[in-house]
């Protein structure tokens, strides 16, 4: 037998929360006090695809190529960046690509950056549930008595007094099912058109007093993994049962299509495909690393960590305690456990929506269906703090002159410097950097560092917005990560070993080492592999060295 490593991401996990709350969560609790624990910092900026990236290839953003959530590429419209969420943008390789070649086996259950597998390498199961969404046809949505159209096929629905009939399209034909009012639905397999192609879905739906809610659809457009058989098998054994849900519906309950009770009901449903789909997963595949993944700490800490009230935080718990069940449901498959996330969260009590303030200066163009109009746009906020002019020469189909560039960057950051909030006075953006030459690749020509206490950020933008708007409790996000710098930056780390036991020992490390200190476990020779992170050596002393299990051929 090789020497199983298995690395549980929990997304968000935050080493604040995790102090006040760890001896609620028998599992981890049980890992902490035998094992190591401690804070782990992350990268900036500490989201999500920036710092996972940062994670698995043990390299900073500057040099794994993840620097933003849009990455901007010279040649490539301001439009079209490339995106993190993808293997197209790593420079360097992650762990498991070293694994593979020392002859490892490795699956990847959930990684923004697993996908498309551009290594190809023998024994790699690489899957990223997330990419089953597909734009514009996932989306949730209401439909009521009468004749509905959902992706390009009709839904039918009556309604006997409480009870609804509803017919709908499957890969073989129309079926039927009857909800009560108030009632879930089981997972529903549907059929429908997206883009030019059909494709099974899986959703499910809401009976409701007036109408019916139509959950986010997940498709088996095989796209989530780079084993065609293993996503048919992962359809019928776990979507079917579980459904897809991928993460609670947040963009329904701000757009006020379900209340919160519904949306606690998507984050469970989340859980259960994830907890499912996890175990599946490390049953079905043949690995000596595997990488798991779990969103709704995430989820609920973003809606809720702002929210000073005793029902927000209690729902936050039961984030944490599904996820101490979820670690607990995956501790038997591996001699070596590591759990930790890839950031924190802080509170914010106002977002500030950065290109509506470059809609304001008349630097961003919007049309009247609120899309950016990029031939009259010179500035755009990618997020990650980048702000990248559309330059001629360097975007395609860029409009702003090497000329006037110098000027334009001058005026983008008086505007961003002097934006203040009314209601108190505070000037929100408290750190920018400007460059008078172009950025390069993966940069924005401006940087926005640091921002006030209690502010959010965000990309999006229409013509209804404000620059500033308070959040709303229990509708809007509340809390952030990001930029703080401060409890946003550290997720936490834990790792166990039911054959080592220590006594609780703390342990402090940053995201960057842990992909170092899983090739140190396995015994690779790291001479000629360049990471910035360095392997954690306390647990490697412990674990490593002691471990009977290197009796690799
Ligand atoms: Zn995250």
């Known amino acids: 037998m090789n020497l199983k490593i298995l690395l549980i991401v929990i997304d968000g996990a935050s080493y604040k929360i995790m102090e006040q709350i760890k001896e609620r969560l028998p599992t981890l609790n049980k890992l902490i006090e035998s094992g190591f624990y401690g804070k782990l910092e992350s990268v900036l900026p500490s989201l999500t695809p920036i710092a996972l990236a940062s994670l698995v290839s043990g390299n900073l953003p500057e040099h794994n190529g993840i620097t933003a959530p849009k990455i901007f590429l010279k040649g490539r419209p301001l439009s079209s960046p490339l995106s993190a969420f993808s293997s197209e943008g790593l420079k360097t390789d992650p762990v498991w690509v070293y694994l593979a070649k020392a002859g490892y086996k ?12 551009k290594w190809g390498l023998k024994n790699t199961i690489l899957f990223d549930p997330y990419k089953s969404k597909m734009k514009k046809c996932s989306d949730a949505r209401l439909i009521a008595e009468g004749e509905n159209k959902i992706l390009n096929k009709v839904w039918l629905i009556e309604k006997r007094n409480s009870r609804y009939l509803i017919a709908y399209p499957s890969s073989n034909g129309e079926k039927e099912i009857e909800l009560e009012e108030g009632e879930w639905s089981e997972p529903l397999e549907i059929y429908g058109k997206c883009g030019k192609e059909e494709f099974k879905g899986v959703t499910f739906l809401h009976a409701r007093k007036n109408d019916i809610y139509v959950a986010p659809i997940s498709f088996l457009n095989y796209k989530w993994g780079n084993v065609i058989e293993l996503q048919d098998k992962v359809w019928n054994n776990v979507v079917l049962k579980h459904g897809m849900i991928l993460d609670g519906d947040y963009h329904s309950l701000n757009r006020e299509l379900i209340n919160f009770d519904e949306y606690i009901k998507t984050v469970e449903l989340a859980y259960s495909f994830f907890l499912n789909y996890t175990v599946f997963m490390l049953e079905n595949t043949n690995w000596d690393f595997a990488i798991t993944y ?6 609920l ?5 702002g929210v000073d009230d005793e029902k927000a935080f ?36 106002k977002k500030v929506f950065i290109n509506k303030l470059l809609e304001k200066i008349n630097v961003l163009k919007l049309k009247d269906n609120d899309e950016i109009d990029w031939s009259k746009t010179k500035a755009y906020y990618g997020g990650g703090g980048q702000i990248r002019i559309n330059l001629k020469n360097r975007e395609k189909n860029g409009i702003v002159s090497s000329k006037e560039f110098p000027k334009l960057v001058k005026y983008i950051v008086r505007n961003l410097e002097n934006l203040v909030d009314e209601e108190n006075n505070e000037r929100i953006f408290t750190s920018i950097i400007e460059r008078d030459t172009p950025a390069g690749d993966r940069e924005g020509d401006i940087k926005i560092t640091g921002i006030a206490e209690n502010y959010g950020v965000s990309s999006l933008v229409k013509k209804d917005l404000n620059v500033i708007e308070k959040v709303k409790e229990y509708r809007m996000t509340s809390g952030e990560h990001g930029y703080f710098r401060k409890d946003d930056l550290y997720g936490i780390i834990i790792a166990y070993s039911k054959n080592v036991k220590v006594r609780k020992s703390y342990l402090n490390a940053k995201i960057i080492d842990v992909a170092p200190t899983i090739l140190k476990l ?32």
Not at 109 to 116: D, E, G, M, R, V
């Open 522 to 553: 396995f015994n690779i020779n790291t001479t000629n592999i360049k990471m910035d992170g360095k392997p954690i050596i306390t647990l490697v002393e412990k674990y490593g060295t002691t471990n009977s299990y290197q009796q690799k051929a």
């Open 314 to 349: 209690n729902y936050i718990v039961k984030g944490y305690e599904l996820a101490d069940e979820f670690v607990k449901a995956q501790l038997d498959y591996a001699d070596i456990v590591i759990v930790c996330s890839d950031h924190g969260i802080a509170k914010i009590r």
């Open 294 to 299: 779990l969103p709704i700490v995430d989820n």
């Open 106 to 117: 490795v699956t990847v259950t959930s990684n923004p950056q697993a996908l498309p597998d």
């Open 301 to 305: 800490q973003h809606l809720l960590y």
